[in-house]
């Protein structure tokens, strides 16, 4: 399939790029991006070298230098820290050691449960704690906080309504985590099987285990990725000796929590409850890496277009599984770089300045873009737009069943300014005419892929945006997402619609309109 792709996007490729209908001026930048440099690039980002390029670690610090040298070839001025191209922020990493158990207690005597075996988290209370339990039923149960106070509290995933809804994502029923009045913990019941299982976890989130929890020191964290969080997650075998004091199966209890319009909890104060976690603390620097082409025209220069995507992945497991992140964000990584050469051989510079920026973090929750935000190099009111790129190298699931490649998702364009998403429309006219798919667009999309990405900082604080996007596949977050798998010539198009695109922006007469209410939907 990927070769019959390829055979079908060489010809009209070759075909648009000898005669585009887009400015003479840019031409020459137009021609300068090509598949070839696209794959050369990302065959080094996306190395077994670079380890996964996992957030502070040693294969995301040589991604970052790798970019730094790119830009300081193409003459990039450098405007990050001390005159460099880095943007540096402080997190604290937090390890759980593999030692770390929960232990239940009954009068029959202890059993411990180890870490990754029967539970996993990502964060843990700091000292030991012990307490009777109580199991709620679902996350939704409404619970007198007298009967919380001083507990354990033990849930299954999400709302009563979750269980009977197939359509409802592991990532969405996982993502509804509440603290309850005057208790000590929460404690959720992971699935028997599949991708909320103990081992479906495990396989996304095994490296963040091996690596550790982090937060970013200095500013307040919001929850990224649309405010998905991950709770301590117990295994179905946890939760059955855990509820043999009540007499029946977590199977049995399961079907009531799901069937009773008025469940009511189990107390199990027979049964103690005890989590004994060790930490080990660590501050570590990361960094953003910024470059600028200054504009041309003498008052509009102080303006700037902004090209983002995050060169973070997911790093390498303690048994030496690497996540290349070839399409996640592999792809987005070179097209900032084959944009800035695109950029920079033009002999005529935009009017506009241009901020070629790849972040890291946002695999943690978009925390390069969130720190960038909070201390522009260039006030964000100069910033006229931020054009953002995550995962435009594969096919999806819908365009492979069409047998169509020639597409590509553009997310948030028309949200702020109306007039970005004209400018977009107009630029695929004059460019490649792939089919612009706004299915994710829509406020209501389930996935919420506007909020989950680098431009939604940008977006949060009045920046037009428009995020690129190729949608998801099955090497998704995997150790599968490898660079054989990348169609170069189908993202050759859609980097020359993102050059056009910023070109016609940045050399707009006037700043983008934008929408009135538009504050409504940037956050």
């Known amino acids: 399939m990927r070769r019959l792709f390829a055979l079908l996007l060489i010809p009209l490729a070759l075909s648009l790029a000898q005669n585009p209908k887009i400015p003479k001026e840019a031409l020459v930048g137009y021609r300068a991006i090509s598949a070839s440099d696209l794959s050369a690039r990302l065959s080094f980002i996306a190395s077994p070298?670079?380890?996964?390029?996992?957030?502070?670690?040693?294969?995301?610090?040589?991604?970052?230098?790798?970019?730094?040298?790119?830009?300081?070839?193409?003459?990039?001025?450098?405007?990050?820290?001390?005159?460099?191209?880095?943007?540096?922020?402080?997190?604290?990493?937090?390890?759980?050691?593999?030692?770390?158990?929960?232990?239940?207690t009954t009068k029959q005597g202890s059993t411990p449960f180890l870490l990754r075996k029967d539970f996993i988290a990502l964060s843990a209370p700091e000292n030991p704690v012990s307490a009777p339990a109580i199991f709620i039923g679902y996350m939704d149960t409404k619970v007198d906080s007298n009967l919380t106070?001083?507990?354990?509290?033990?849930?299954?995933?999400?709302?009563?309504?979750?269980?009977?809804?197939?359509?409802?994502?592991?990532?969405?029923?996982l993502g509804l985590?509440?603290?309850?009045?005057?208790?000590?913990?929460?404690?959720?019941?992971?699935?028997?099987?599949?991708?909320?299982?103990?081992?479906?976890?495990?396989?996304?989130?095994?490296?963040?285990?091996?690596?550790?929890?982090?937060?970013?020191?200095?500013?307040?964290?919001?929850?990224g990725r649309g405010g998905f969080g991950f709770p301590t997650l117990v295994s179905p075998r946890l939760a059955n000796d855990l509820l043999k004091e009540s007499g029946k199966s977590l199977t049995q209890l399961r079907q009531a929590a799901a069937q009773d319009s008025a469940f009511s909890p189990v107390i199990l104060?027979?049964?103690?409850?005890?989590?004994?976690?060790?930490?080990?603390?660590?501050?570590?620097?990361?960094?953003?890496?910024?470059?600028?082409?200054?504009?041309?025209?003498?008052?509009?220069?102080?303006?700037?277009?902004?090209?983002?995507?995050?060169?973070?992945?997911?790093?390498?497991t303690g048994d030496g599984i690497v996540y290349p992140g070839a399409d996640d964000d592999g792809s987005g990584t070179v097209t900032i770089l084959e944009l800035a050469q695109a950029f920079t051989t033009n002999p005529v510079k935009p009017k506009r300045s241009l901020l070629f920026m790849t972040v890291v973090g946002e695999e943690k929750g978009l925390w390069g873009s969130d720190w960038y935000v909070r201390h522009p190099v260039i006030p964000l009111e100069k910033t006229v737009a931020d054009l953002n790129t995550d995962m435009i190298g594969r096919v999806d699931k819908k365009y492979e069943d069409l047998k169509n490649p020639n597409y590509v998702y553009v997310i948030g364009s028309d949200k702020i300014s109306t007039q970005l998403d004209s400018i977009l429309k107009l630029s695929n006219k004059q460019s490649e005419n792939l089919i612009l798919d706004y299915t994710y667009n829509d406020d209501k999309d389930p996935e919420q892929f506007y909020r989950r990405s680098d431009h939604y900082n940008?977006?949060?604080?009045?920046?037009?945006?428009?995020?690129?996007?190729?949608?998801?596949?099955?090497?998704?977050?995997?150790?599968?997402?490898?660079?054989?798998?990348?169609?170069?010539?189908?993202?050759?198009?859609?980097v020359h619609l993102i050059y056009t695109t910023g070109w016609q922006v940045a050399n707009a007469k006037m700043g983008l309109a934008k929408n009135v209410g538009s504050s409504m939907f940037s956050k």
Do not use: C, W
């Not at 977006?459 to 798998?485: E, L, Q, R, S």
């Open 177 to 223: 985590v509440r603290s309850f009045a005057g208790s000590i913990a929460t404690l959720v019941v992971a699935d028997d099987t599949g991708a909320a299982s103990i081992d479906g976890l495990l396989v996304r989130y095994g490296t963040i285990l091996d690596h550790g929890s982090m937060r970013v020191l200095g500013v307040e964290q919001r929850p």
């Open 149 to 173: 106070k001083g507990k354990i509290v033990v849930a299954l995933p999400g709302r009563k309504a979750d269980a009977k809804d197939a359509s409802v994502t592991p990532r969405t029923r």
């Open 458 to 494: 940008f977006a949060k604080n009045g920046v037009p945006i428009v995020f690129f996007f190729t949608g998801v596949h099955a090497d998704y977050h995997k150790p599968t997402d490898t660079v054989d798998k990348i169609l170069f010539p189908r993202m050759e198009r859609i």
């Open 49 to 104: 070298e670079l380890e996964g390029r996992e957030t502070t670690f040693r294969g995301q610090k040589v991604a970052a230098r790798y970019i730094a040298s790119e830009f300081q070839r193409l003459g990039l001025k450098p405007i990050g820290d001390s005159g460099s191209y880095f943007q540096h922020f402080k997190v604290e990493a937090t390890k759980m050691s593999d030692k770390s158990s929960i232990t239940l």
């Open 269 to 316: 104060n027979q049964t103690t409850v005890s989590i004994d976690i060790t930490n080990a603390k660590e501050i570590k620097t990361t960094e953003n890496v910024l470059g600028l082409l200054e504009g041309s025209d003498p008052k509009l220069k102080d303006e700037i277009v902004v090209f983002t995507a995050h060169f973070d992945h997911l790093g390498i």
